[in-house]
C-alpha cells in the first residue's frame, strides 16, 4: 500500500439537498452546509453516513 491510502482522511459533506456525500482530504468548500469527519476508512464513513440518514440529519441518495 502506498503512504496516500494510509494517512488519507475521509469526511461527510452535508449539501444544500439534504444529500450526504463521502469525499477524501480533497474538500470541495462550495455549498457545503454541515461537515462531519475525519474517519480513518471510506467504510468508517460509510457507516457514519447510514446513522446520519437513520437519525434525519441527511437524505439518502
Do not use: H
Not at 25 to 53: C, H, M, T, Y
Amino acid at each position: 500500500m502506498s503512504d496516500t491510502l494510509d494517512t488519507q482522511k475521509w469526511y461527510i459533506v452535508k449539501r444544500p439537498t439534504e444529500n450526504c456525500e463521502i469525499v477524501n482530504d480533497n474538500l470541495e468548500n462550495s455549498e457545503v452546509i454541515e461537515k462531519w469527519g475525519p474517519f480513518d476508512s471510506q467504510g468508517d464513513a460509510i457507516a457514519r453516513r447510514i446513522g446520519l440518514i437513520r437519525a434525519g440529519k441527511c437524505q439518502p441518495q
